[in-house]
Nanobody, 122 residues
């Protein structure tokens, strides 16, 4: 069992930056693949980024490549999403997700946080 708690969302102007954090508790964090997804009202949840348990492998959606960076600190059981050059279309609820095993290129996550709102104004 893994419990996930996101933080760091908020309101920012276009071109600005935010850093999301996701604190995990439960089983050994370094065995867990972590991901970030986002969802806008009435739409499905979309993949944003993922990172392997060791941190050596990452994967990004094309829409956020070169702007967002996923990282993790296994000593703190925390994964981060640094978001730069934010655009109004990045506005969404951002969810942290976790799974044991698998790769950063598949989306079969079992555990989910409650989400944190990111709003980018134009």
């Amino acid at each position: 069992q893994v419990q996930l708690v996101e933080s760091g969302g908020g309101l920012v102007q276009a071109g600005g930056s935010l850093r999301l954090s996701c604190a995990a508790s439960g089983r050994t964090f370094s065995n867990v693949v972590m991901g970030w997804f986002r969802q806008t009202s009435g739409k499905e949840r979309w993949f944003v980024a993922a990172i392997s348990g060791s941190g050596r492998s990452t994967n990004y959606a094309d829409s956020v490549k070169d702007r967002f960076t996923i990282a993790r600190d296994n000593a703190k059981n925390t994964v981060y999403l640094q978001m730069n050059s934010l655009k109004p279309e990045d506005t969404a609820v951002y969810y942290c997700a976790a799974k044991f095993g698998g790769t950063v290129t598949t989306y079969d996550y079992r555990y989910w946080g409650q989400g944190t709102q990111v709003t980018v104004s134009s």
